[in-house]
T-cell receptor, first 116, second 117 residues
Framework: DQQVKQNSPSLSVQEGRISILNCDYT??????FLWYKKYPAEGPTFLISISSIKDKNEDGRFTVFLNKSAKHLSLHIVPSQPGDSAVYFC???????????????FGQGTILTVHP | NAGVMQNPRHLVRRRGQEARLRCSPMKGHSHVYWYRQLPEEGLKFMVYLQKENIIDESGMPKERFSAEFPKEGPSILRIQQVVRGDSAAYFC???????????????FGEGSWLTVV
């Protein structure tokens, strides 16, 4: 039962262009979403998050878009840099009964490669 | 990774032995989470602890796995009688807030890689 899905195992992009990473979810109870970046043999590093009351959040080169009706979110990185090459995970959480905590459901990850 | 300290980074155990993984949360954080990443998969939630309390262990296997977060000292994830299927990366995370973290960031450690031979 994969509640959070990243259907593209990998993505290859030229330096300077836009990278678009996609994520779909099935659980309507999810109301906050996060993107993490992960290098091999390291832990995930937080990138950006969005609450379900918003449809867009921007932080520097990173923008996350949320389409609740489609249960879809995407991470845009522009311009892409070779140092962005890593595995990107989307994750979702639930604010149940007015409280929430760090119990996140992760997608399988997308390997992003940015070529110089 | 934002100060969450895990050790050991790599652990090799023979089948039937015990594995103990330790996690010290970021300074000022009192909420700890353990996640497991099996090969080729995403991270899966295991357990959420506050000091001296297990809040949510819905992701923990029913047998052989236990976790604690004592009043003093690090959080411990204990796996008894390890089997080859326990080989995975185990990540600890911490947050400064428990209730109401909606959109809050949860900071991960660098992981402990368990190999069962």
């Amino acid at each position: 039962d994969q509640q959070v899905k990243q259907n593209s195992p990998s993505l290859s992009v030229q330096e300077g262009r836009i990278s678009i990473l996609n994520c779909d979810y099935t659980n309507s109870m999810f109301d906050y979403f996060l993107w993490y970046k992960k290098y091999p043999a390291e832990g995930p590093t937080f990138l950006i998050s969005i609450s379900s009351i918003k449809d867009k959040n921007e932080d520097g080169r990173f923008t996350v878009f949320l389409n609740k009706s489609a249960k879809h979110l995407s991470l845009h990185i522009v311009p892409s840099q070779p140092g962005d090459s890593a595995v990107y995970f989307c994750a979702a959480g639930t604010n149940a009964g007015g409280t929430s905590y760090g119990k996140l459901t992760f997608g399988q990850g997308t390997i992003l490669t940015v070529h110089p | 990774n934002a100060g969450v300290m895990q050790n050991p980074r790599h652990l090799v155990r023979r089948r039937g032995q015990e594995a103990r993984l330790r996690c010290s949360p970021m300074k000022g954080h009192s909420h700890v989470y353990w996640y497991r990443q099996l090969p080729e998969e995403g991270l899966k939630f295991m357990v959420y602890l506050q000091k001296e309390n297990i809040i949510d262990e819905s992701g923990m296997p029913k047998e052989r796995f236990s976790a604690e977060f004592p009043k003093e000292g690090p959080s411990i994830l204990r796996i008894q009688q390890v089997v080859r299927g326990d080989s995975a990366a185990y990540f600890c995370a911490s947050s400064p807030l428990g209730q109401g973290v909606s959109g809050n960031t949860i900071y991960f450690g660098e992981g402990s890689w368990l190999t069962v031979v």
